[in-house]
């Protein structure tokens, strides 16, 4: 970006200095922001990037030209002003200037005790922080004296083998540099980049006036902010204390409170004056800087000075309730209360969090892979699960890895831990749809299953039934029950919401299988159903059984037999979720795993199963192996399932069409969408539209009822992506899928990438795991050309996607700007993505992506 | 096609009479050459496509016009005349014209007996052809007389309620009627489709005055051909038969032989003017039609005339030496020979085959998946396998499914039959690579491994030791021995592929992984090696126990020192390659396999492992276990195991390198090619490619020998695909896999296709198996977008394929049409491929696009 102006090595800020967030920093630029609005801020002056960039590298600054602004005995403090205050810097250095003759006078003025102390603070500061001396040598008692600082330049001179510097100059260029250099450390960069900063990212230094705190009465230094960091809500909170610098009154248990100190007189009682001060520039801020301020105050005889001011620390749900009243006390716009929150931010909000004040004791880490805390008995099958759920008693499936059969188990546990997978693993898309909490691939957990027990990475052993507490936001399992707070979903959060949904112009609609699930995506306001998997109408008891029987059936008629009495629970399980969504769409998708996902593995339930059926184990053995496959995310599955064994596409759009009657009122007639899975090749379409029509006029002749329904393609396929435009005569919808689509594209299968996806992360082969971000570069090609292929030959044809990527604010903007009509996520991903789409059409708007304040 | 000439309802055929293959057939077009070249043809009239397709849908034609021009007492035969003879035609009708009033005239001029035969099977075939009377009351005996003929009229008139029909034009409209229909019909249309025919194919039908070849001496009919159709080599052939018709003589053992009958005399002692004659007509046809035709000949009182004549039948030997004869006696060009030999032709020449006049008994059938035929005893076990190869026993190696454990029980097998898999399962690929004949998918039998029996479709029980003929290349299982052919690879085998060489204007390589390969590969002049796969270098006996080692090996650096004593025994390995190869160039594709493949799966294995390794069972199961994955295709394989393990392409490279020295000369330097497997993101070809160029720099350093490399990334992924130009800077060549590029594209595992992939060609789901021909407008259009891609960015870009469809003509024509430099196939399938892209380029240019007569 080309700066407006020459960049000074310094320039004193006042009301117009040309002091920028990313030339100065935001500090230096808060500070100006300050003065512009009669703060009373003492002197200061800011070093710009490039200058501490020269110091860090060897270069120079003329200190004493920077202090000739603070007269001819100064006394300053220096402070860091990175771009972005989340990102760090070096602790900050005060009473910089001390020295003996500066001392002889301060005792004179602020007494023998205050500049004691002064000269005291900066000598240790200085020797710890810039000469690297051993801390232990300047280790200072709570009230240091004379002696105390005799002791200290004796040190410093033993180890440094001069005196301590005398020249306020020269210590000013220590400090500086060693502030320069630090920020340079490699601890420091790889801190700062977590953090999100870029590599290359400036540090700005400001040197101010010292407002000591120190000596007559009424001096003394606090913190104080105006709203409460954990609520949002109106609240004033901080500390003073007397004779005291910078932050110190937060760490003293001396300190007084503002208001209504049950100890002795508050800070509002001692100094009324100051207090009012403080709250008119409290609300000031609010007002002029449309921010929540905390304010560093001093005061010196009574003389109140404001040293700095940064935004209040927030919880997510603080974050919402002070941009929802900023907006509604019309200190910003609605629009820029929606900008303001972190769509990541809002799954805080939706689940229960471990007390982070609480003790942790980690017994092993994993992938967080679906946020939310829970505490529970471990037990080590979906079996152990149900028992304890019909007893009431809380738990954590321990698995190696979850399948299909272990979904009864999953809805009865209250969290997931497995050994092995990733964010896309089974039980981590189980447990996000379920809204249970969830780790994932921790790998160094040791199950026995046989023993029921669980060894930690650290070699504690535990049982089953020892209770633990899973932490999916973090990826952590704690030992015990550790104290949880409570999900809350406040009116802040709707209200916000409420204001994304009137700018948002891409439609946002739920994955939910359940009527469960369903209620949940209503909760979350989605506008729909985007992708309803079939597969547990299959899955649960009563039908599993018929699904066996489907399985070893010798002929098609055997095998439509046994799906005819699936269709009556099907129906129920429809007319649920047609009812619930009350006309919202609900799109279907048709019967899509592997048979051999129905049929145990086990020895043990193979034995059980030839049993149940009444055939000969070697059969049940023999069709087990039969349907068993090397790769089955690319086998017999889907449409291709569909297409070989008709029956079942049949059964089930038999069970829609008649639950679409069912549920259907002339004022809201349902309109099912029925999506085809795996589709690689149009005739695959032709052949199940075709089967799909017939039977909707066989049940609209049964019985005389009308309907109407949609039919459409899951994407998720290269080969479908590029045929789309073939496919798109047979369809009104594509919905791409593009967790299968990520997989092929880059033939990695998801469940596999776990073990090598962090290191090809780290190393940055992928900038990020495909399967959280949309792969913009291979996977999204593949979405633009299905998609105008797709719009080329049906220009109305509705375009959306259906894979986990579908909550991702990333991967929302590119479906947004490839024209797509929604996105469809997990139930708990949908505020989040509500708030994405609101956010990208306000930034498409120029005014918001202006800042607000300069 | 427009017609230049209006198309009558029929004409006779003359010199110039407006006939072609497109509008009268084949058999009218030849017919008409035949009398260009002056051969007495007796008169002759051709109807045209349309009028043939009107009198099926019940038109007429006006038969009484067609009969005026053979006089006033016609005697015509009916013959089929399709565009392709090979696609088939209702049988010829003889004698139409005969009725009672023609009888008693013949009887004068022929005398009685062939006067009633000529009656009696006219009336035979009108009843049964036609008239569609039961068969059974129309038998006529051997040597039929007045009271046959009786009788027949008597049985016909009692059938249809009237007489005879006695108008020659009655008949001619019936008997045209009904071929015409016969055509139309559903079995004739599968049949003909079976044969290549589009399902709007066209039938001309040919009215000919009939030779009747009975009555006086020196009458009959016969056939000859002047080459064998089993060799291609001169050889007069054929049959006469005194007092016949048509083909009689051909199903009658008292025919006599043309020349040196030793039963008696021959037709050329007969009548040696007419043989003479004969052989003249043959010689006439090969200058003029370019072509050895069988010729179908009448006598009559010692007159000669040519009914009809037809290409000669031919095996693909006889093929490959007939067109080389005729173009070096100059009868056509020497590219008209490289365009006859259908490609897929070759693959016959190539193995041992099944003599098809051996009774064959049948035991299993299954897929086809590697051509040629072996007998041998067998066996369970690839350990089975390869003891009674020292014993020096042939062996059937039958497994369920083979896995890379079994190649070396395949090296000692003669021929492999597998229970499961398709053609690109493990099996028959690598049945192709070792030009093993092979059957896999044999669904139907069920192997006891156990009780080591083998049980048939059938019920039989077969043992292990039990005789059986594997037939690869029509996927049948026969019992016991059964007289095979050998294979043959003659001059004119080879004179041919050198001709096509000189027109090819795309290269053809060899997948070859193993000194014996690249043997095979220089065998059939393949141009270098196009797919080395190096996994079998870490997978025979003394390697598998080091790669364990590496496999269970704690850090790195235990990695690399297992690595390190197999890199003397890879360096031999690819010496004796480049050795072999002598300067032309060696694709390597780096390691690929995931590194469970190297580890037991059973019980008893993996305790001898434990065993073998002094590890406890429990930590080797665990390190199986940690290794195994749900997709192995879409898993740690790679260049994933290249970067998470970087120690094994080292280990590669420097076995390569080290090669490349030791078997380079000043005269021949080797220049090896790298090829990275499995890319999905340039990064991984960044990361590799820095790494192989420090262990080059390393080898170069520490020998002080200087050599040159390629590197290069084989494209498997839709996504290296997509991204082509990204990773194009960083490699010279780019190789198209495109089994796991089609795998991806569909989502389709091609070991799991086999289950529905018949159901999917049959519905038309697929056109074709797309592990078999290339999939051209999905795959192809990733090919097409990653080659333009990447030439982009290196104009100079290599492009290449090497998956299985290397060798199939119409994945080679998408290839050179997409300007590819080469295709690389099984050894096996090169010279088809040599041929096919002859054919391409000689289709380009004009004068071969256009038929070489008319």
């Given at each position: 970006m080309q700066k407006p102006f020459e960049i000074e090595d310094f320039v004193v800020i006042d009301e117009t200095a040309p002091v920028a967030n990313d030339t100065h920093g935001g500090r230096a630029k808060c500070l100006q922001r300050l003065i512009r609005l009669d703060l009373p801020v003492p002197l200061t002056v800011a070093l710009s990037f490039a200058t501490v960039r020269r110091l860090a590298s060897g270069?120079?600054?003329?200190?004493?030209?920077?202090?000739?602004?603070?007269?001819?005995?100064?006394?300053?403090?220096?402070?860091?002003?990175?771009?972005?205050?989340?990102?760090?810097?070096?602790?900050?250095?005060?009473?910089?200037?001390?020295?003996?003759?500066?001392?002889?006078?301060?005792?004179?003025?602020?007494?023998?005790?205050?500049?004691?102390?002064?000269?005291?603070?900066?000598?240790?500061?200085?020797?710890?922080?810039?000469?690297?001396?051993?801390?232990?040598?300047?280790?200072?008692?709570?009230?240091?004296?004379?002696?105390?600082?005799?002791?200290?330049?004796?040190?410093?001179?033993?180890?440094?083998?001069?005196?301590?510097?005398?020249?306020?100059?020269?210590?000013?260029?220590?400090?500086?540099?060693?502030?320069?250099?630090?920020?340079?450390?490699?601890?420091?960069?790889?801190?700062?980049?977590?953090?999100?900063?870029?590599?290359?990212?400036?540090?700005?230094?400001?040197?101010?006036?010292?407002?000591?705190?120190?000596?007559?009465?009424?001096?003394?230094?606090?913190?104080?902010?105006?709203?409460?960091?954990?609520?949002?809500?109106?609240?004033?909170?901080?500390?003073?204390?007397?004779?005291?610098?910078?932050?110190?009154?937060?760490?003293?248990?001396?300190?007084?409170?503002?208001?209504?100190?049950?100890?002795?007189?508050?800070?509002?009682?001692?100094?009324?004056?100051?207090?009012?001060?403080?709250?008119?520039?409290?609300?000031?801020?609010?007002?002029?800087?449309?921010?929540?301020?905390?304010?560093?105050?001093?005061?010196?005889?009574?003389?109140?000075?404001?040293?700095?001011?940064?935004?209040?620390?927030?919880?997510?749900?603080?974050?919402?309730?002070?941009?929802?009243?900023?907006?509604?006390?019309?200190?910003?716009?609605?629009?820029?209360?929606?900008?303001?929150?972190?769509?990541?931010?809002?799954?805080?909000?939706?689940?229960?969090?471990?007390?982070?004040?609480?003790a942790r004791d980690v017994i092993a880490t994993g992938v967080a892979a679906s946020p939310g805390a829970a505490t529970g008995r471990i037990v080590f099958t979906s079996a152990a699960a149900q028992a304890a759920a019909a007893r009431g008693e809380a738990t954590i499936l321990v698995r190696r890895e979850t399948s299909p059969e272990d979904i009864r188990g999953m809805h009865a546990a209250h969290a997931v831990l497995t050994e092995r997978g990733g964010m896309t693993s089974h039980a981590a898309m189980v447990a996000r749809g379920l809204g249970l909490p969830g780790v994932v691939g921790a790998h160094g957990i040791a199950l026995n299953r046989r023993a029921r027990t669980l060894t930690t990475p650290d070699g504690r052993v535990l049982n089953e039934?020892?209770?633990?507490?899973?932490?999916?936001?973090?990826?952590?399992?704690?030992?015990?029950?550790?104290?949880?707070?409570?999900?809350?979903?406040?009116?802040?959060?709707?209200?916000?919401?409420?204001?994304?949904?009137?700018?948002?112009?891409?439609?946002?609609?739920?994955?939910?299988?359940?009527?469960?699930?369903?209620?949940?995506?209503?909760?979350?306001?989605?506008?729909?159903?985007?992708?309803?998997?079939?597969?547990?109408?299959?899955?649960?008891?009563?039908?599993?059984?018929?699904?066996?029987?489907?399985?070893?059936?010798?002929?098609?008629?055997?095998?439509?037999?046994?799906l005819e009495r699936l269709v009556p629970m099907q129906v129920a399980d429809f007319c649920k979720l047609f009812e619930v969504m009350a006309g919202r769409p609900v799109c279907i998708r048709l019967f899509d795993p592997p048979l051999h996902e129905f049929l145990p593995q086990s020895r043990d339930g193979l034995r059980d199963l030839a049993d149940a059926m009444g055939l000969p184990l070697s059969r049940v053995t023999r069709r087990v192996e039969a349907l068993s496959e090397f790769n089955p995310m690319l086998g017999l599955r889907g449409v291709r399932l569909g297409i070989t064994m008709p029956e079942i596409y049949e059964a089930q759009a038999r069970a829609i069409f008649t639950a679409t009657i069912e549920s259907s009122t002339p004022e809201m007639p349902v309109v099912p969408e029925i999506m085809i899975p795996l589709v690689s090749a149009k005739r695959e379409v032709e052949l199940v539209r075709g089967r799909i029509e017939g039977i909707a006029a066989a049940v609209r002749s049964e019985t005389g009822a009308s309907f109407d329904y949609r039919l459409g393609v899951m994407v998720e396929t290269p080969r479908a992506a590029l045929r789309a435009g073939e496919i798109a005569p047979h369809v009104s919808f594509l919905s791409f899928g593009t967790n299968d689509l990520t997989q092929m594209t880059y033939g990695l299968s998801r469940d596999d990438a776990g073990r090598f996806m962090s290191v090809y992360v780290q190393q940055g082969i992928f900038t990020e795991d495909p399967f959280h971000r949309l792969d913009v570069e291979g996977v999204g090609e593949l979405l633009q050309l299905g998609a105008s292929r797709g719009r080329a030959v049906r220009p109305d044809m509705k375009l959306s996607i259906c894979g986990e990527h579908g909550g991702d604010p990333e991967s929302i903007a590119f479906c947004r700007a490839a024209g797509f009509d929604y996105v469809s996520c997990s139930p708990f991903r949908v505020p989040g993505a509500r708030l994405a789409a609101a956010q990208l059409a306000l930034r498409d708007k120029e005014i918001f992506s202006r800042p607000l304040i300069d």
């Open positions: 270069g120079q600054v003329d200190t004493a030209a920077i202090l000739r602004n603070f007269g001819a005995a100064p006394l300053v403090s220096v402070r860091p002003s990175s771009e972005d205050p989340d990102w760090g810097g070096p602790g900050a250095i005060l009473n910089i200037g001390m020295n003996d003759a500066r001392h002889a006078e301060l005792a004179n003025l602020l007494g023998h005790a205050a500049a004691d102390r002064l000269y005291v603070r900066f000598v240790q500061t200085y020797s710890v922080q810039v000469a690297r001396l051993d801390p232990d040598s300047f280790e200072a008692p709570d009230d240091p004296d004379g002696s105390t600082l005799t002791a200290m330049l004796d040190a410093y001179e033993a180890e440094m083998d001069e005196p301590f510097p005398q020249d306020p100059a020269r210590q000013l260029s220590d400090v500086l540099k060693s502030m320069a250099r630090a920020w340079e450390g490699t601890s420091a960069r790889l801190l700062r980049q977590a953090r999100g900063a870029p590599a290359e990212a400036g540090l700005g230094l400001v040197v101010q006036r010292m407002a000591p705190g120190m000596g007559p009465p009424e001096s003394g230094s606090g913190v104080i902010q105006f709203v409460s960091s954990d609520t949002g809500l109106p609240q004033i909170t901080g500390r003073y204390l007397g004779q005291s610098q910078g932050r110190d009154a937060l760490f003293d248990e001396s300190a007084v409170y503002l208001t209504r100190d049950p100890r002795g007189p508050s800070l509002e009682e001692m100094y009324p004056e100051g207090f009012d001060r403080l709250m008119q520039y409290g609300a000031t801020c609010r007002q002029r800087l449309k921010e929540e301020m905390q304010i560093e105050f001093a005061l010196d005889a009574g003389r109140l000075s404001v040293l700095d001011a940064v935004r209040v620390q927030r919880t997510a749900r603080a974050a919402v309730r002070i941009a929802v009243a900023m907006a509604e006390d019309g200190a910003i716009e609605r629009e820029e209360a929606v900008l303001r929150i972190e769509p990541g931010f809002l799954a805080h909000l939706m689940h229960r969090q471990v007390d982070q004040k609480a039934g020892d209770l633990v507490t899973v932490d999916g936001t973090t990826g952590t399992v704690l030992a015990g029950a550790v104290p949880l707070l409570e999900p809350n979903l406040d009116d802040s959060f709707r209200t916000l919401l409420h204001w994304a949904d009137e700018v948002r112009d891409i439609g946002v609609r739920a994955n939910a299988d359940t009527y469960a699930e369903a209620k949940m995506a209503l909760t979350f306001e989605a506008e729909g159903i985007g992708l309803c998997r079939t597969e547990h109408m299959f899955f649960e008891e009563d039908r599993l059984t018929l699904m066996r029987e489907m399985i070893f059936a010798e002929t098609a008629e055997g095998r439509a037999a046994s």
